[in-house]
């Protein structure tokens, strides 16, 4: 056979700045030149903005996906005895299911190995929340991720340095590059990781809405096809649900506030602000449960769920994981006693009426703004910044009436965000049209036959 000629990146960034598709040798060779460096960033850069531009076609997706999975470390949950599967969201406000869902379905003999991300732009992150929890460990190695989930079923950590080094590096050159929101790009990045956990099963919770990163419907939808269609591809059962982020996810937005709400509800307590962030996490523990063959459909799944909650088998997962992981399980005692924020103030509603809209980005970047979240990569957070929504999208409010509480690191960092709010939430005359919680649901054969139709 005579040796296949030799590869340039100069002549890849030129056929996708054409319009051209790679095929698997081709990206192969741009995902290891990244890794190994033999690529420099500005060729990288270039080959991203082009396929930002000209988009990648499913093979390319699928290609960039199994490349960037097997650029690093892996993690075989073989030794775990149990079916794996996950949860992801494409990220939000308040949106906290993960520490339902994880260990609900633990709690439902399923294995849960969970590598989850940082606040991001406006959205929070899930390890940002749980290391609220004092002494709570989020960069585990794999011999001790595989330990916990051994002893608890679940187990949320960080992603190592080791695992999807291309994601690493192609990460950031998007961020400085403003090439983040592709389609296929953003497949591949958030696929590449999952797969490396060696999943058996994934439920995608995809958001659409004010607070999601893909604002427009057809962008989410074309994003959760496309990711059922690559997974399924590579062998994991998937399914992607659509749900709104047009309000914030329960009635916490921040960091251990959020943790408390979670523990609060797997305690079985039923606040009504709370009530969307119960049945979101129910829906897709169901799916989880009914994937992983636990359950034989996702509503029998959702009764399994709902059963772990009731019985107090998800509240003793969740409290061994984070007992396992180092964290300090007496602060759930007295929950409200260990929220200590520098500056606390309620934002009254200025005028009667109904809670008509809310910009969920806005309200994220209020939170951010707060400490809850960081202007620059590597920041610490304020674990007890964030905000308390007391009134829900559709909600009837009299003037004056407390509409939610901010907590700040100190009291100069109120303003912002206090305008933020004003800004972001609009009270009028009647009340809004109901949103829908989950919209749109995609296995894989509807993933497929939409794919089929979709114009791009
Ligand atoms: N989350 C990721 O991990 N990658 C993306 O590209 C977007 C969100």
């Known amino acids: ?257 959020e943790v408390a709400e979670s523990v609060e509800l797997l305690c079985g307590a039923r606040p009504p602000e709370s009530e969307g962030l119960r049945e979101l996490s129910l829906i897709l523990a169901g799916w989880m449960i009914h994937l992983g063959g636990k359950a034989k459909t996702p509503k029998a799944g959702y009764q399994r769920a709902e059963a772990a909650i009731a019985d107090g088998s998800a509240l003793r997962a969740f409290m061994a994981m984070i007992e396992v992981q180092g964290g300090d399980i007496s602060v759930f005692d007295d929950p409200a006693g260990f929220h200590k924020p520098g500056a606390t103030q309620v934002l009254n509603a200025w005028e009667t009426g109904f809670i008509a809209e809310m910009d969920t980005t806005k309200l994220g970047w209020a939170v951010q703004r707060l400490g809850a979240g960081r202007e620059k990569a590597g920041e610490p957070v304020d674990p007890h910044a964030g905000i308390h929504f007391h009134a829900r999208r559709g909600a009837r409010v009299q003037k004056g009436q407390p509409i939610a509480t901010l907590y700040a690191t100190d009291a100069a960092l109120l303003a912002e965000p206090i305008a933020l709010l004003r800004a972001a939430i609009a009270i009028a005359k009647t009340p809004p049209c109901d949103v829908p919680l989950v919209s749109r649901i995609f296995t894989r054969e509807s993933a497929e036959d939409y794919l089929r139709d979709a114009v791009r």
């Open 1 to 257: 056979m005579p040796n296949p000629a030799p590869l340039h990146m100069i002549d890849l960034i030129r056929k996708k700045r054409d319009g051209g598709a790679l095929d698997a040798g081709e990206i192969g060779f741009l995902v290891s030149g990244a890794v190994d460096g033999s690529i420099p960033p500005e060729q990288l850069s270039a080959w991203l903005m082009a396929a930002w531009l000209r988009g990648l076609s499913q093979d390319e997706t699928r290609s960039l996906t199994l490349a960037m999975r097997d650029s690093g470390e892996k993690f075989s949950p073989a030794r775990l005895g149990k079916v794996a599967v996950d949860k992801h969201s494409t990220g939000g406000v308040g949106d906290k299911t993960s520490f339902l869902v994880a260990p609900i379905a633990a709690a439902c003999g399923l294995a849960v190995p969970m590598i989850s991300g940082r606040a991001l732009g406006h959205t929070g992150g899930t390890l940002d929340k749980l290391e609220s929890i004092p002494g709570y460990r989020t960069a585990l190695t794999l011999s001790e991720f595989e330990t916990v989930l051994l002893r608890c079923g679940a187990s949320i950590v960080s992603q190592t340095p080791a695992l999807v080094p291309a994601d690493r590096v192609l990460y950031a050159l998007r961020d400085r590059t403003g090439t983040v929101e592709s389609p296929g790009l953003i497949c591949a990045s958030i696929l590449s990781k999952k797969l490396a956990a060696g999943l058996d099963a994934l439920v995608l919770d995809v958001k659409t809405g004010s607070g999601a990163f893909l604002r427009k419907r057809e962008d989410a939808e074309y994003l959760a096809a496309l990711m059922v269609a690559t997974a399924e591809a590579a062998g994991t059962r998937t399914v992607a649900l659509l749900t709104d982020m047009g309000q914030p996810l329960g009635r916490a937005a921040g960091n251990w506030i």
